[in-house]
């Protein structure tokens, strides 16, 4: 079965310092990745996605993301957290309706980032 | 440009009263349609999605019900809430696995609080 993993719950990183969020997806074809940041109170907007092609893709806000097909892991990076980043953080992956040839998004349960002055 | 409303953003209910929310998307058709649940401490959780007008599927048991009336509106139900139903609700639409981060939009979500 199709699945994401964010093994990290909750992450305490003091503002400026880098950060790394872990993702890890079981997915038997070739993965449609995203991460995407929910702010309290909102909803979520998408931060970067990886489709094919280079295994490092940017985001907005400063994010980056390695695809590691090898290690079935897609990362979410930050060289420099600002206090603005705290918010809830989700990797997903697309995977197929069988029945009915379209797709739909699976989520992992997301990362809860708290930024320390 | 294709926009996504979902409403109400806040609603407290009392158990055993019924409920609907509302998701609209518009310019696009035929899109398909998803509605997703966050529970407290919880990830996102896909309840139900549509690919056509009275096309629903759902994927997890639940007291919840969705319905599709028209190509591009999307309606969560509930004849009886439990607490248990509490969480934020998140419409979302997409056309294909391209279209998710691109033409793919959530909306703002309904925080559902029973009482």
């Known amino acids: 079965a199709q699945s994401v993993t964010q093994p990290d719950i909750h992450i305490t990183v003091s503002e400026g310092a880098s950060l790394e969020l872990r993702c890890n997806y079981s997915?038997?074809?070739?993965?449609?990745l995203f991460w995407y940041v929910q702010s309290p109170g909102q909803g979520l907007q998408l931060l970067l996605k990886?489709?094919?092609?280079?295994?490092l893709v940017q985001g907005i806000k400063g994010f980056e993301a390695e695809f590691k097909r090898s290690q079935s892991s897609f990362n979410l990076r930050k060289p420099s957290v600002h206090w603005s980043d705290a918010a809830e953080y989700f990797c997903a992956v697309v995977r197929g309706i069988s029945n009915f040839g379209n797709e739909k998004l699976t989520f992992g349960t997301g990362t809860r980032l708290t930024i320390i002055p | 440009s294709q926009t996504i409303h979902q409403w109400p953003a806040t609603l407290v209910q009392p158990v055993g009263s019924p409920l609907s929310l509302e998701c609209t998307v518009e310019g696009t058709s035929n899109p398909n349609l998803y509605w997703y649940r966050q529970a407290a401490g919880r990830g996102l959780q896909l309840l139900f999605y549509s690919v056509g007008i009275g096309q629903i599927s759902s994927e997890v048991p639940q007291n919840l019900s969705a319905s599709r009336p028209q190509d591009r509106q999307f309606i969560l139900s509930s004849k009886k809430l439990l607490l248990s139903d509490s969480g934020f609700y998140l419409c979302?639409?997409?056309?294909?696995?391209?279209?998710?981060?691109?033409?793919?939009?959530f909306g703002q979500g309904t925080r559902l609080t029973v009482v």
């Open positions: 990886y489709f094919s092609g280079d295994t």
């Open positions: 997915y038997g074809a070739t993965p449609y």
């Open positions: 979302a639409w997409g056309r294909d696995r391209t279209s998710w981060g691109t033409e793919a939009f």
